[in-house]
């Protein structure tokens, strides 16, 4: 029975040391600044910029975005997503955090976003902007996002 006893107890430390790790939001995040430059897609001439950084208590994003050289009068849904411009994948943070950005009269449009969710080392990243919200299947300008 003392055996049985044992191997209960360490099934149970190990147990309750995985819950701790998993229960922790600190273990894989990024603290790290990440900068993308923006180029147009298809010909266009969309430069930009888009950075992130972790919120001043670790368990956010903050994203900035600004580019130039677009349509004026636009209005560009634009995320941070997981993978890179050549393989896409998922919105980072949710949809609803990400204000579309309205280009101005010169061309140019600016915003930020704050996520709700860290950035992981271990994962990588763009920011793309879209279209219109009509069109979010055409992209207009992408970056992937580096560690700077
Ligand atoms: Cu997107």
Known sequence: MRAVGTALTITLIAASTASLIAATPYVRLS??????????????????????APTADGTGTVVTVSFEGDTPGAT???????????????????????????????????????????????TTYY???HDSAAAMGIIVACGDLAKR
């Open 76 to 122: 560009r849904p634009w995320h941070v997503h997981t993978g890179s411009c050549a393989k896409s994948g998922g919105v980072v943070g949710g949809g609803r955090v990400y204000t579309p950005l309205a280009v101005d009269a010169k061309g140019q449009a600016s915003g930020k976003a704050t996520l709700a969710v860290p950035l992981a080392d271990t």
């Open 31 to 52: 603290q790290a600044n990440w900068v993308a430059a923006l180029t147009g897609k298809d010909g266009r001439k969309v430069t930009g910029k888009a950075t992130a």
């Open 127 to 129: 920011v793309n902007i």
